[in-house]
């Protein structure tokens, strides 16, 4: 298993490293495409090439005409089984934050716990490769209240890092008649405002970590984005007077995420960053990096 992954992880490596020339010849074949379409000379630093590059371009189909990047891999075959998650805490986890991840098990569908006890981050990912995890969460906490959220990809990555604000479990809620149970169905998924590229980029790390659900399942989860803050919700419905009367009920938890950082691999490894948040980010004309 140990040699299986370095060798995975040397061709994506490899195919990594291609992604620079696949697309220096990708703007050789769409230059000579313009010119006979529009009936122009050919570039005259292409004319040595022309004959293999128009062989190469009647070749290709809708599938192979763009090139390929890392990103495209990194979910390519999410749609071939449904998600495999583990959930774990930083160590010594506080009794709230113990709870919270208990709740999280439920949130996400096919998600297991785990006590993080002395294990160190290499260990965890490594052995989540062998039993075909497809992701990772890992919790922080200060000071009793939990403040971090980081989602690693297997097995490539990508790694998201989120802030954690405004948490509210349903252990926090007195009143849990009202709230009912939660179900572990597989809930619908409401996308809000993801606009941007990065918004894109973010929407598909999460909506990655839930399973397709059926058509007549009552949960939804909702991700919605407001100045960069994601709202998470968590909801039931009911039709008790026939279709056009719908009533939503909250079943907690709740919380908000803040977007601080993508790195381009796993989380034990020194990984290209994509994104990360800077300082002058804050300013109001470049505060909304997710959509509008």
């Known amino acids: 298993m140990l040699r299986r992954n370095v060798r995975l992880r040397r061709e994506y490596i490899y195919r990594k490293s ?7 010849l990708y703007e050789k074949k769409r230059k000579i495409k313009e010119a006979l379409e529009e009936g ?30 890392h990103i495209d891999d990194e979910y390519a075959n999410a749609s071939e089984s449904n998600p495999k998650i583990l959930l774990t805490t930083s160590r010594d986890p506080s009794a709230p934050l ?35 995890f497809t992701d990772v969460i890992l919790v922080h906490e200060h000071r009793g209240v939990p403040d971090g959220m980081i989602i690693t990809h297997l097995p490539f990555g990508p790694t998201a890092y989120f802030g954690l604000l405004n ?23 409401i996308l809000n405002n993801f606009s941007s590229k990065l918004g894109e980029r973010t929407a598909n790390i ?7 659900p059926k058509p007549d399942t009552k949960r939804i989860v909702t991700f919605a984005n407001q100045s960069d803050y994601i709202s998470f919700r968590n909801h039931i419905y009911e039709k008790h007077g026939g279709p056009k009367s719908i009533e939503l009920k909250e079943i907690g938890p709740r919380f908000e995420l803040r977007l601080y950082q993508i790195k381009l691999g796993t989380l034990e490894t020194e990984a290209q960053i994509e994104w990360v948040i800077r300082p002058y980010m804050n300013t109001s004309k470049k505060q909304r990096v997710l959509g509008d």
């Open 167 to 189: 948490v509210v479990t349903r252990h926090d809620i007195k009143d849990k008649k009202a709230m009912g149970t939660m179900p572990e169905a597989y809930p619908h998924l």
């Open 18 to 24: 291609l992604e620079g020339k696949e697309r220096l």
């Open 40 to 69: 122009k000379p050919l570039p005259t630093e292409l004319r040595k090439e022309e004959a293999s590059l128009r062989q190469e371009i009647d070749l290709e189909d809708e599938n192979t005409a763009v090139p390929r990047t």
């Open 98 to 132: 113990t709870q919270f991840v208990k709740e999280l098990k439920f949130v996400f569908p096919n998600a297991q716990g785990m006590n993080r006890g002395s294990q160190v981050l290499s260990e965890i990912i490594e052995s989540c490769r062998a039993h075909d």
């Open 206 to 212: 999460l909506k990655h970590l839930f399973p397709v």
